[in-house]
């Protein structure tokens, strides 16, 4: 790889033009999934002020206390970029009171986490939040909602974990009860555990560390501490996700790391992915919209797909071999010094692109047939049409189908029929 002076910043890798168009069929696909079930585009700005997500994330999360990017502007306005969308929409809800609330948004998200395979500092998402929403329905509503999406991309192998962390009240009982049982294996629990301890203890249960593993496992659960209430709420959800169809399995150390949940959470795994194996997250948050300035009983839930995850997943389901959203290229070569013949060939290169095709531009310097080949080959194209001094004289043009090899000579009129047959 040559040196070069500037480099992207560790952690916000490119999007190279051979990878774009995964990220072009995902958005296209997803896209029109979300039309699918109503859910509108929201756009709001990467750059927010400090104080939303120190409000809605949480001030002991990871996500506050070290891995946001955040400084202040010429003004002395304390700003960060979003690390993460959810609280964004929610202002943006309020602040114009709008009338929908099925939102989707697809954009980059900014975390100063330690890069490693499947986790960037900055990393993209989908994600969907229904504002409003009340009850076990609307939870698998949104489930259903994440549902089609995978699918519609052509993802199988993927898990649904669903977990309850109930309300405030019981939360508060069960970080007591998790508080006493890791205080008895303290001295043998990692630094970073040892700290949660006394910070945010219901997150030690998410703890990847070795030393921690075991005794995580035999921690009480948190569903033994959830009021009536919420044990009945998760009930409900189970059993509309059996009526729908909706694989999941239960785990009760699903915790997240953003404080505005209650009540049902879930991760999205799938194992082509490493230890950072969430493809999506997310859950319910009954008192982010009071939390922020809006209706205090107003219910809500939803989740982000991480793209760059999706990616790797999608290669794992064999979804990238089979799927050819890259560019159909038509590559056009043209000889012989008439300008007739080059007339007619911007002709028909106009036609086409007017009929949708994509055709790289015609180039009248090069006049060597292998040098032709060789340009069309280094661009991927799918198709050469040639159009010599002996096809000009006929009304012809002859095409050459790059991938099986086989070339026809074929009327003007007939050109897009061809091309059509071949490129579908
Ligand atoms: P989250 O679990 O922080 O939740 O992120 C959701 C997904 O974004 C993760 O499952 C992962 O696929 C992707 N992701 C997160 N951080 C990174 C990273 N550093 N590099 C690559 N991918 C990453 C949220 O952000 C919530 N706002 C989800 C939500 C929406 N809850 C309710 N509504």
């Known amino acids: 790889m040559a040196s070069t002076k500037f480099k992207s910043l560790k952690g916000m890798p490119d999007i190279l033009p051979e990878d774009v168009w995964k990220w072009q069929y995902i958005e296209s696909s997803v896209r029109n999934v979300f039309r699918q079930f109503n859910y509108t585009e929201l756009r709001t700005p990467i750059l927010e002020s400090l104080d939303l997500f120190q409000r809605s994330i949480g001030q002991e999360t990871d996500i506050v206390q070290k891995e946001m990017f955040q400084f202040q502007d010429r003004g002395q306005r304390n700003v960060v970029l979003r690390p993460e969308v959810t609280a964004s929409v929610v202002r943006a809800y309020i602040e114009h009171q709008l009338a929908v609330d099925k939102l989707f948004y697809i954009g980059a998200s900014f975390r100063a986490e330690r890069p490693q395979a499947g986790r960037f500092r900055q990393f993209h998402q989908i994600g969907a939040e229904f504002i409003g929403a009340k009850g076990a329905e609307d939870d698998v509503a949104i489930l259903a ?29 069960y970080r007591k009860k998790l508080k006493d049982y890791l205080q008895s294996y303290i001295s043998n629990m990692s630094e970073d555990s040892q700290r949660r301890i006394e910070t945010n ?36 959800v189970k059993e509309i996700l059996e009526q729908r169809n909706i ?13 505005y949940y209650n009540d049902i959470v879930y991760e999205i795994t799938h194992p ?35 793209i760059e995850r999706l990616i790797v997943a999608l290669e ?24 007739d013949i080059k007339k007619k060939a911007l002709e028909i290169q106009s036609e086409l692109r007017k009929d949708n095709f994509s055709v790289e531009e015609i180039s009248f310097k090069e006049v ?21 001094e002996d096809e000009f004289k006929e009304g012809q043009v002859s095409i050459k189908d790059m991938k099986t090899g086989t070339q026809e000579k074929v009327q003007y009129d007939s050109i897009k029929k061809v091309l059509k047959g071949i490129l579908t």
């Open 145 to 173: 909602l994440m549902q089609g999406l995978l699918m519609g991309l052509g993802l199988k192998d993927y898990v649904l974990e669903i977990n309850s962390l109930g309300c405030k009240e019981s939360r508060a009982g």
């Open 201 to 236: 203890v219901i997150r030690v249960l998410d703890s990847k560390d070795p030393r921690d593993q075991e005794i995580i496992k035999k921690a009480p659960s948190i569903l033994e501490s959830l009021l009536p209430k919420s044990k009945e709420h998760l009930e409900q």
């Open 247 to 259: 694989p999941y399995r239960i785990n009760t150390k699903i915790v997240r790391g953003l404080d």
């Open 272 to 306: 082509a992915l490493g230890a950072q194996n969430a493809i999506g997250a997310g859950g319910r948050y009954d008192s982010l919209v009071g939390e922020l300035g809006g209706s205090k009983d107003c219910g809500a839930c939803g989740f982000a797909l991480g």
């Open 316 to 339: 794992g389901d064999g979804v990238w071999g089979q799927n050819q959203f890259q560019n159909a290229l038509v590559y056009m070569c043209v000889f012989g010094d008439s300008p």
């Open 368 to 388: 060597k047939m292998k040098k032709h080949f060789q340009r069309a080959d280094r661009l991927n194209a799918r198709v050469v049409i040639l159009q010599g």
